[in-house]
């Protein structure tokens, strides 16, 4: 515990920096053993593998400052490769006793972009003065199994090996996507007439803008489907599907306890179940000091900022932000934009993700993308991804035009409110992938809660409504700065994919031994999410300058000098305060609704009979920007003598603080 005694009688000593800024709090140390990996009953320990280096850096005050940079483990994978933390910090204090960012990459494998990034960060950010109070940490490889793996045949691409029956028949990793044409890639089939019993839908027609894509017909225009669309397989079963239970494994951003989808596929037969998410929450749930956290994936709440005040149907469970954060992430997403021009994003579900739970349960400043977008010639890219489309949308039940068919927008996909017409859907959703079909349900979960209802009613056979019930919507989604119109997203990758030469296959006749003649191609798994080679420098770039501005915004609480007043026959009036001088709230609006840490606290040792005025203890869930937590005591006690007043913090450690009762100069008469 850190002793701070502060002598009243002569001048007094500059502001003291307590917690943020590394004076507050007790030491910690981390022993020097190997583990052995995480049981499910057992969490698994911070361990130093790597011996702490120290280099030295100039910050922008001029004065050389210390740099730590070390490696731990803490834990390992389901095939025993060790899950390393990086931390980098500067010497003002104890590296955990400051605020913390995380950095965490890898937890979807097919993302190659994140762990190059999230590591090279390392050794960039070593030089950053913000570091003096503060202190980076960096998951590179969350999913250190999956790196450069083939993952062609997975039924979940980029999750981890564990064996799954996602079919239900008793048998695991039977029947998966394959590579029939030996073109290298597997891709999608398109079939104009599927044999009945494999009990494919005609869901898509060919774009008549552009015969190489496919997409969902729209009967609200009269559109007719030709064509079923289906994963390059065949039924290796003979169950009459295809592709549906692949080599097995779990979508670690599936597996966390934040909305985890228990009855879909590929997402654990548990919350982290799975050892390498088990690994870092439980590492995580004991680094009380990490303030925000950044992932790199194919998530994205920053480009598109998430909806403020949306919950789930309990109305607990945020599935946007709160509305305390949004300022605070507004503005980040302004800072983003402005180190890296990235102004589109995808929509990507959140349930059972890192980042929801980060956010909802840790109540952490929680920021994700992919750190790349699709370089789109000047006029036509920036596609702004609004409350409708980023995050499932605002959609409500619209009112119809005279005569015309009820609708409700899911997401982007225009639903009509007949039986025939949600039945055609639900066969339609029942022919996606499980990503798709996640990303669908998100999109009609985030509908009003009476909307729903009234789906599920009409799909049952209740009538459908001549006229949309009116409902008030949350504050919407923030957009990008910047509007689109313009092709489709489809059609600026396909343009993107001729450009570099990769990324798409034509489609290509084949006789499939059994859905007879198909035609085989489309987009390449995986080649959306990642950024070329040549990309990286500037990426890299862009990247270091976004986090080092985070780092130098995290919060910094300074304890003020005491002010101790005499009021004559042993009474004396003590004020402590302690102000944030950072540009964070120290605690998140969704952190103090959480709950999870205990509020700020400072108290006063005194007998109870000396205290003659104010509480022992006082208490402060959050210090906004700028914001001040002010205790303030009357006790008895003959000059000279001294009090001790504890500042205490879950975050940041304790701090006494040792006061001579003696009058200051800004203490009054």
Same mark, same amino acid.
């Given at each position: 515990?850190?002793?701070?005694?502060?002598?009243?009688?002569?001048?007094?000593?500059?502001?003291?920096?307590?917690?943020?800024?590394?004076?507050?709090?007790?030491?910690?140390?981390?022993? =020097?053993?190997?583990?052995?990996?995480?049981?499910?009953?057992?969490?698994?320990?911070?361990?130093?593998?790597?011996?702490?280096?120290?280099?030295?850096?100039?910050?922008?005050?001029?004065?050389?400052?210390?740099?730590?940079?070390?490696?731990?483990?803490?834990?390992?994978?389901?095939?025993?490769?060790?899950? /390393?933390?990086?931390?980098?910090?500067?010497?003002?204090?104890?590296?955990?006793?400051?605020?913390?960012?995380?950095?965490?990459?890898?937890?979807?494998?097919?993302?190659?972009?994140?762990?190059?990034?999230?590591?090279?960060?390392?050794? %960039?950010?070593?030089?950053?003065?913000?570091?003096?109070?503060?202190? #980076?940490?960096?998951?590179?490889? *969350?999913?250190?199994?999956?790196?450069?793996?083939?993952?062609?045949?997975?039924?979940?691409?980029?999750?981890?090996?564990?064996?799954?029956?996602?079919?239900?028949?008793?048998?695991?990793?039977?029947?998966?996507?394959?590579? +029939?044409?030996?073109?290298?890639?597997?891709?999608?089939?398109?079939?104009?007439?599927?044999?009945?019993?494999?009990?494919?839908? #005609?869901?898509?027609?060919?774009?008549?803008?552009?015969?190489? +894509?496919?997409?969902?017909?729209?009967?609200?225009?009269?559109? #007719?489907?030709?064509?079923?669309?289906?994963?390059?397989?065949?039924?290796?079963?003979?169950?009459?599907?295809?592709?549906?239970?692949?080599?097995?494994?779990?979508?670690?951003?599936?597996?966390?306890?934040?909305?985890?989808?228990?009855?879909?596929?590929?997402?654990?037969?548990?919350?982290?179940?799975?050892?390498?998410?088990?690994?870092?929450?439980?590492w995580l749930l004991g680094r009380s000091n990490i303030h925000a956290t950044l992932v790199y994936g194919p998530h994205d709440t920053i480009v598109n900022v998430p909806a403020a005040g949306r919950f789930d149907q309990t109305n607990r469970v945020p599935t946007g932000i709160e509305s305390g954060d949004k300022a605070l992430m507004d503005r980040l997403s302004d800072l983003y934009e402005d180190a890296t021009g990235l102004t589109s994003a995808s929509s990507v579900d959140m349930e059972g993700s890192f980042v929801g739970w980060a956010y909802a349960h840790l109540g952490l400043?929680?920021? &994700?993308?992919? &750190?790349?977008?699709?370089?789109?010639?000047?006029?036509?890219g920036d596609q702004a991804h609004d409350g409708s489309n980023a995050s499932g949308g605002e959609s409500e039940m619209t009112s119809p035009a005279s005569g015309e068919t009820p609708f409700v927008m899911v997401g982007d996909f225009r639903l009509e409110l007949t039986q025939e017409a949600i039945q055609s859907a639900l066969a339609e959703v029942e022919s996606m992938s499980p990503q798709e079909q996640a990303a669908r349900m998100e999109m009609f979960q985030a509908l009003p809660a009476a909307t729903q209802q009234r789906v599920m009613a009409i799909a049952q056979g209740a009538?459908?409504?001549?006229?949309?019930?009116?409902?008030?919507?949350?504050?919407?989604?923030?957009?990008?700065?910047?509007?689109?119109?313009?092709?489709?997203?489809? &059609?600026?990758? +396909? *343009? /993107?994919?001729?450009?570099?030469?990769?990324?798409?296959?034509?489609?290509?006749?084949?006789?499939?031994?059994?859905?007879?003649?198909?035609?085989?191609?489309?987009?390449?798994?995986?080649?959306?999410?990642?950024?070329?080679?040549?990309?990286?420098?500037?990426?890299?770039?862009?990247?270091?300058?976004?986090?080092?501005?985070? +780092?130098?915004?995290?919060?910094?609480?300074?304890?003020?000098?005491?002010?101790?007043?005499?009021?004559?026959?042993?009474?004396?009036?003590?004020?402590?305060?302690?102000?944030?001088?950072?540009?964070?709230?120290?605690?998140?609006?969704?952190?103090?609704?959480?709950?999870?840490?205990?509020?700020?606290?400072?108290?006063?040792?005194?007998?109870?009979?000396?205290?003659?005025?104010?509480?022992?203890?006082?208490?402060?869930?959050?210090?906004?920007?700028?914001?001040?937590?002010?205790?303030?005591? #009357?006790?008895?006690?003959?000059?000279?003598?001294?009090?001790?007043?504890?500042? %205490?913090?879950?975050?940041?450690?304790?701090?006494?603080?040792?006061?001579?009762?003696? =009058?200051?100069?800004?203490?009054?008469?």
């Amino acid at each position: 515990m850190k002793l701070l005694t502060i002598s009243m009688k002569g001048c007094l000593a500059a502001s003291v920096l307590a917690g943020c800024a590394g004076l507050a709090g007790c030491a910690s140390t981390h022993q =020097q053993a190997e583990v052995p990996p995480p049981q499910a009953n057992q969490p698994p320990q911070g361990v130093l593998t790597e011996t702490p280096t120290a280099s030295t850096f100039t910050a922008t005050t001029g004065r050389p400052v210390a740099a730590l940079i070390d490696r731990f483990q803490i834990g390992r994978s389901a095939e025993g490769r060790p899950i /390393y933390v990086y931390r980098v910090s500067g010497n003002g204090g104890d590296a955990d006793l400051k605020p913390g960012l995380l950095i965490v990459a890898g937890l979807d494998a097919r993302h190659t972009s994140g762990p190059t990034i999230a590591r090279a960060l390392v050794d %960039r950010l070593e030089g950053t003065a913000a570091l003096e109070h503060s202190t #980076l940490y960096v998951v590179a490889h *969350a999913n250190p199994d999956a790196a450069g793996r083939d993952d062609s045949t997975m039924h979940t691409p980029g999750g981890t090996r564990t064996p799954e029956d996602a079919d239900r028949d008793g048998r695991v990793d039977e029947d998966g996507p394959a590579d +029939l044409n030996g073109d290298g890639f597997v891709t999608m089939m398109r079939v104009a007439n599927p044999p009945a019993k494999y009990g494919l839908s #005609l869901t898509h027609i060919v774009d008549p803008d552009n015969p190489r +894509l496919m997409r969902p017909a729209n009967s609200g225009k009269g559109e #007719l489907a030709t064509r079923a669309m289906v994963t390059e397989s065949m039924d290796a079963d003979g169950d009459g599907k295809m592709a549906e239970d692949g080599l097995g494994g779990v979508d670690l951003n599936h597996n966390f306890p934040y909305r985890w989808p228990e009855f879909a596929t590929g997402n654990g037969i548990y919350p982290l179940s799975e050892a390498e998410s088990n690994a870092l929450a439980t590492w995580l749930l004991g680094r009380s000091n990490i303030h925000a956290t950044l992932v790199y994936g194919p998530h994205d709440t920053i480009v598109n900022v998430p909806a403020a005040g949306r919950f789930d149907q309990t109305n607990r469970v945020p599935t946007g932000i709160e509305s305390g954060d949004k300022a605070l992430m507004d503005r980040l997403s302004d800072l983003y934009e402005d180190a890296t021009g990235l102004t589109s994003a995808s929509s990507v579900d959140m349930e059972g993700s890192f980042v929801g739970w980060a956010y909802a349960h840790l109540g952490l400043v929680t920021l &994700a993308n992919s &750190a790349w977008q699709r370089p789109d010639p000047a006029g036509e890219g920036d596609q702004a991804h609004d409350g409708s489309n980023a995050s499932g949308g605002e959609s409500e039940m619209t009112s119809p035009a005279s005569g015309e068919t009820p609708f409700v927008m899911v997401g982007d996909f225009r639903l009509e409110l007949t039986q025939e017409a949600i039945q055609s859907a639900l066969a339609e959703v029942e022919s996606m992938s499980p990503q798709e079909q996640a990303a669908r349900m998100e999109m009609f979960q985030a509908l009003p809660a009476a909307t729903q209802q009234r789906v599920m009613a009409i799909a049952q056979g209740a009538p459908a409504p001549m006229v949309a019930e009116p409902e008030a919507a949350p504050e919407p989604a923030r957009p990008s700065r910047r509007a689109s119109s313009g092709p489709s997203d489809d &059609a600026k990758w +396909l *343009a /993107y994919a001729d450009e570099v030469g990769r990324g798409y296959v034509d489609w290509q006749t084949f006789d499939h031994p059994q859905l007879g003649e198909v035609e085989i191609g489309g987009f390449v798994p995986g080649f959306k999410l990642n950024a070329p080679a040549d990309a990286m420098g500037d990426i890299l770039d862009a990247q270091a300058d976004f986090v080092a501005n985070v +780092l130098g915004m995290m919060p910094r609480i300074e304890i003020e000098s005491p002010v101790v007043e005499n009021h004559g026959i042993g009474v004396w009036r003590v004020s402590v305060e302690a102000r944030n001088a950072g540009e964070m709230p120290t605690r998140t609006a969704m952190g103090i609704k959480a709950r999870r840490l205990v509020p700020f606290v400072m108290a006063i040792d005194v007998d109870q009979d000396r205290l003659i005025g104010g509480s022992k203890i006082v208490r402060a869930n959050s210090m906004a920007p700028g914001g001040v937590m002010r205790a303030e005591w #009357l006790v008895l006690g003959d000059e000279g003598s001294t009090v001790l007043v504890q500042f %205490r913090t879950e975050e940041y450690g304790t701090t006494d603080i040792e006061i001579e009762l003696a =009058q200051t100069s800004a203490g009054g008469n």
